[in-house]
């Protein structure tokens, strides 16, 4: 289909700015609470509660430097951040009223400071201390930041051709457009971090050279792509990815069929069925091996998509792909029922013998998580259930090698401004480590 | 249904609402549809002395996303003609002969000029004159409005000049922009004024310009100060109400009050009447909201007084004024202290921070298990759950708690933090009735300590 003519981008970022009006109302709403519980749920700690007076009092460069300080990657968080489960969740005002639309207020006052071109955060003096960082996403960003701050040389390596990370590549842009990621990494690297794009560890990045050149290296390579389902056809599947992927960078060529299944239940699953809803799918419906009470996917995003119309399957398990030569036309599957809980607490589903049944279908999506780190193997460095292990100080069993972000979620659900946070207390174990080696 | 209806000083009105003289009741038209939107009556604009108004004229004060919460204004009197104002004043009255419709004015200071103006008013019909001895910029410099206001033997003179030619009640309009406005209400009461009104407005600069440096509003580069009124001047306004309805003099005079100065709702209302005013008069409220405010004005006393069964306005009119005191003659045995609701605490921590960094510091964070803890959560803390179901809980050490109502003040729910009357521990006494009896404690903090030793007295 053609959807040139389709106005506005279905894909747009959904949430409008905030007018300097509706801004100015929603902060003086704000209590001002002393030891506020936002930014106790923020897991970068902004003070939310001065951020917001300050855009009351019309102290708009105040406002954005108090996010700045606690969080680099504000711009994005802003946009991006499961607030309901964050601050604006934790909102005194929340439990019998409105929530203060924390993230929107943040919006508002990063948008400013950009649209302005402020430069709000400078570098600190040189210390003569090197720092490699292989990755540009959340952690590998805001690590930078923090470390440029405290006067460290930076040097970002990363095996994509733009910075980001999934902020770039992975977070739809209903949520960020490519923009505000890119805007964001070009803050890091003005305040003197060398990018270096297309440079991947372990193919053309060698990781004893890297140790033999910098004082310290702080891993922040994310996830991988979604892992193998292990079923006949599987080929015919569509990676949710890499479909998001396309999305934020060329969406007219993104080919979304008419009967579209999405195979998970988490935030990406629901990102992918999104997508396809406004990319014109006819129907969408999501399989998920458990029941809505097991889904990974956050209630708010799990309310969104339902209002989108797309449609769910529980209890079904995918057994293999239907197809007439390249074309899928059905998808085989089990229905489960709930047995055990495992160890995370959530009920086991097991398989009914002889329930087997086709769902038709031209296109199939999966979205079941991404591959754990590949690289700790080949750099011996320990794991914990496939993903990075770090001490308290983010600190690998590699000594001055330390990693953050989705590559540590061993436990808990990965988010953009953990991984900030994550990079921002690396940094300053970073720094801290690095002060004792110069006996300073 | 309470009887809201009014007599003031032999004026009638429906109920005790009138326009103040000012914008509102500037024009026939005008005080035409408040009368249709059942506003009990109008003074009108001051009319008088010839004057020239300027642009900018009003100023706003806002607060805290909260529009207008006092207006301040270079305003003069009417500048519309003299002849077109009593025409008009003359119309209005034939056409609502049960509404109060009081003409106020100003003119230079001698005889023959209130003479003149005196016998002009009455020729309209109107039921009353109101003498403005308030207008605080303008007209004072040229003798007028608060340069009359603020000299209570002008006041005196000016008003027997009046009441020498008047036959319709006098009321004097006071200015608050004197230390102590009794002085001027006696000077009125003495000249013979058949009613007083007060407030007028403050005076006042509203804002400077950040951007330039000007007066804001700026008047061609210049600005200065004007009269402030709305509902940031009701607290000033209500004492001034009580010190004028309290004083002996006056209360021997027996001359009606009319408030204002704030009033923007019943419940406002309600508080003037409880100090001593006979009736009301508006003008902010009206500017900010329109005719229309009558509705809840009206309705909302006339509910109140239902759910008290008040009948009408006398049976409450100054019930408070008994309850006024000077500060030696309060108890200072009276104990009250703060208690916190739990079940309504939002654990905004504003009552915390609020006693701890500027009071007492009597306020603790508890946790689950009760024990005392700091503010501050762990870095690695986060989620809504973590920052919410073990959130701290501020509770009151009532051993320590003084009593000074702070944490009440600031606390964002309503009803959540109670002042709690507590059994006096020690005899009710009096600064008076002490330093009458023990006069060493008043200039010897020596003698004070023994005294709190007696009377087991911690303060920490
Ligand atoms: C589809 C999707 C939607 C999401 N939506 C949200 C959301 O709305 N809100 C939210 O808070 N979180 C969301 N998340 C999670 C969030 O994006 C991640 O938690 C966050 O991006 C983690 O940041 P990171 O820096 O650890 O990793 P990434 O953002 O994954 O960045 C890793 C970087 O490392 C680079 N890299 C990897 N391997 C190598 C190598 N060997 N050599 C060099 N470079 C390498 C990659 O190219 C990439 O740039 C979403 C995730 C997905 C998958
Ligand atoms: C813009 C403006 C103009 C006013 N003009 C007059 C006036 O001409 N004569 C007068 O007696 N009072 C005048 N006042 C004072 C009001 O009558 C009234 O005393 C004062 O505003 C307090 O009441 P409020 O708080 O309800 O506004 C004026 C007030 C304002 C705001
Ligand atoms: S960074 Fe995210 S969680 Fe933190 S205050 Fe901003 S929007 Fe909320
Ligand atoms: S909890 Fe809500 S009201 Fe309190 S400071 Fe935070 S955003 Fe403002
Ligand atoms: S101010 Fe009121 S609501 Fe806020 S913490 Fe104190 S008692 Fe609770």
């Given at each position: 289909m053609d959807r040139e003519e389709v106005r506005p981008d279905p894909l747009a970022e959904l949430l409008p700015a905030l007018s300097d009006h509706e801004a100015t109302l929603e902060a003086n709403r704000c209590l001002f609470c002393f030891d506020a519980p936002c930014t106790h749920a923020c897991p970068t700690h902004i003070d939310v509660p001065n951020f917001i007076k300050k855009i009351a009092t019309g102290n708009l460069i105040g406002s954005?430097?108090?996010?700045?300080?606690?969080?680099?990657?504000?711009?994005?968080?802003?946009?991006?951040?499961p607030v309901q489960e964050l601050c604006e969740g934790a909102c005194v005002l929340g439990a019998e009223h409105r929530p203060i639309t924390v993230g929107r207020l943040q919006r508002y006052s990063m948008d400013f400071a950009s649209d302005k071109g402020l430069e709000l955060i400078r570098p600190g003096n040189p210390t003569g201390k090197r720092v490699a960082i292989v990755g540009s996403g959340a952690a590998g960003l805001s690590c930078a930041g923090e470390l440029r701050k405290l006067g460290h040389e930076v040097v970002v390596f990363d095996k994509r051709g733009l910075p980001g990370g999934l902020s770039t590549y992975g977070i739809i842009k209903l949520r960020e457009p490519i923009e505000v990621a890119l805007a964001e990494a070009d803050m890091i690297s003005s305040l003197g971090a060398h990018f270096e794009y297309e440079r991947e560890l372990g193919q053309n990045l060698d990781f004893k050279e890297l140790q033999a050149e910098f004082d310290a290296i702080f891993l922040a390579v994310g996830l991988g792509w979604t892992p193998r389902l292990g079923i006949p056809g599987e080929e015919l599947i569509v990676d949710g990815l890499a479909m998001i992927e396309q999305s934020k960078t060329d969406e007219k060529r993104v080919v979304v069929g008419d009967k579209v299944l999405v195979i998970g239940a988490g935030n990406t699953a629901v990102d992918c069925a999104t997508i396809a809803k406004r990319l014109g799918a006819r129907a969408v419906t999501m399989v998920y091996r458990r029941t809505e009470c097991e889904m990974s996917a956050y209630d708010h995003e799990y309310d969104f998509v339902k209002a989108e119309g797309v449609r769910f399957k529980f209890l079904t398990q995918p057994v293999a792909v239907l197809h007439d030569g390249e074309k899928?036309?059905?998808?085989?599957?089990?229905?489960?029922?709930?047995?055990?809980?495992d160890e995370s607490g959530r009920a086991t589903p097991v398989p009914i013998e002889g329930s087997e049944f086709i769902i038709e279908t031209d296109q199939i999506i999966k979205a079941i998580g991404?591959?754990?780190?590949?690289?700790?193997?080949?750099?011996?460095?320990?794991?914990?259930?496939?993903?990075?292990?770090?001490?308290?100080?983010?600190?690998?069993?590699?000594?001055?090698?330390?990693?953050?972000?989705?590559?540590?979620?061993?436990?808990?659900?990965?988010?953009?401004?953990?991984?900030?946070?994550?990079?921002?207390?690396?940094?300053?174990?970073?720094h801290k480590k690095l002060s004792l080696s110069s006996g300073g | 249904m309470a009887d809201l209806s009014t007599v003031f000083a032999g004026i009638k009105s429906p109920n005790p609402f009138w326009l103040a003289s000012a914008p509102p009741s500037n024009s026939g038209e005008q005080v035409h549809r408040a009368f249709e939107a059942g506003w009990g009556g109008a003074v009108w604009k001051t009319i008088g002395a010839p004057v020239l108004n300027v642009s900018n004229r009003y100023g706003a004060f806002h607060y805290g996303g909260q529009k207008m919460v006092g207006i301040n204004n270079v305003e003069l009197i009417s500048d519309r003609p003299l002849d077109v104002n009593l025409r008009e004043i003359?119309?209005?009255?034939?056409?609502?002969?049960?509404?109060?419709?009081?003409?106020?004015?100003?003119?230079?200071?001698?005889?023959?000029?209130?003479?003149?103006?005196?016998?002009?008013?009455?020729?309209?019909?109107?039921?009353?004159?109101?003498?403005?001895?308030?207008?605080?910029?303008?007209?004072s410099e040229r003798g007028m409005g608060s340069a009359v206001g603020q000299v209570p033997e002008y006041c005196e003179q000016i008003t027997s000049w009046v009441k020498n030619v008047a036959t319709i009640p006098v009321i004097v309009?006071?200015?608050?922009?004197?230390?102590?406005?009794?002085?001027?209400?006696?000077g009125a009461v003495a000249g013979g004024a058949d009613a007083i009104?007060?407030?007028?407005?403050?005076?006042?600069?509203?804002?400077?310009?950040?951007?330039?440096?000007e007066i804001s509003p700026n008047i061609g580069g210049k600005g200065g100060h004007g009269g402030f009124a709305g509902?940031?001047?009701?607290?000033?306004?209500?004492?001034?109400?009580?010190?004028?309805?309290?004083?002996?003099?006056?209360?021997?005079?027996?001359?009606?009050?009319?408030g204002m100065g704030g009033i923007s709702a019943w419940r406002d209302a309600a508080e003037f009447v409880l100090l001593g005013a006979s009736s009301l008069q508006v003008c902010t409220a009206v500017m900010h909201y329109g005719f229309r405010i009558i509705d809840d004005l009206c309705d909302g006393l006339s509910n109140w007084m239902d759910s008290k069964q008040i009948e009408s306005l006398n049976d409450i009119r100054g019930k408070s004024l008994s309850r006024l005191s000077a500060f030696q003659d309060l108890d200072l045995a009276f104990r009250a202290v703060a208690r916190i609701d739990q079940e309504k605490c939002i654990q905004c921590n504003l009552c915390y921070v609020a006693c701890n960094d500027t009071a007492h510091q009597c306020i603790d964070?508890?946790?689950?298990?009760?024990?005392?803890?700091?503010?501050?959560?762990?870095?690695?803390?986060?989620?809504k759950k973590e920052a919410t179901v073990n959130r701290p809980r501020p509770v009151v050490r009532e051993d320590d708690c003084v009593g000074c109502r702070l944490c009440h003040n600031v606390c964002p729910v309503e009803g959540c933090i109670e002042m709690v009357e507590l059994p006096p521990s020690r005899p009710a006494v009096t600064w008076s009735e002490l330093s009458h009896v023990r006069p060493d404690i008043t200039q010897d903090w020596d003698a004070m300590k023994r005294y709190r030793e007696e009377t087991g007295i911690h303060i920490h």
């Open positions: 954005a430097s108090t996010i700045l300080k606690s969080n680099l990657l504000g711009a994005t968080c802003a946009r991006v951040c899928v036309v059905g998808l085989e599957c089990r229905s489960m029922q709930l047995g055990e809980l991404q591959e754990k780190p590949a690289l700790a193997a080949l750099l011996g460095i320990d794991t914990i259930r496939g993903f990075l292990k770090v001490n308290e100080e983010f600190e690998t069993n590699l000594p001055n090698v330390f990693a953050g972000g989705d590559c540590i979620r061993a436990t808990g659900s990965a988010s953009t401004v953990m991984a900030v946070q994550d990079g921002k207390m690396a940094a300053d174990s970073i | 003359a119309e209005v009255k034939r056409a609502w002969p049960d509404r109060a419709l009081i003409v106020s004015a100003m003119v230079e200071s001698n005889p023959d000029a209130w003479r003149q103006i005196v016998r002009q008013i009455e020729d309209t019909g109107a039921d009353g004159i109101e003498l403005n001895y308030g207008c605080p910029h303008g007209m309009k006071l200015t608050p922009n004197i230390t102590n406005i009794v002085g001027p209400a006696r009104s007060l407030i007028n407005t403050l005076n006042s600069i509203t804002a400077v310009n950040l951007d330039n440096f509902p940031a001047v009701k607290p000033i306004a209500l004492n001034m109400l009580a010190a004028v309805a309290s004083d002996e003099v006056i209360v021997r005079s027996g001359v009606p009050i009319s964070l508890h946790n689950a298990i009760g024990q005392v803890v700091p503010p501050g959560h762990d870095v690695r803390s986060n989620g």
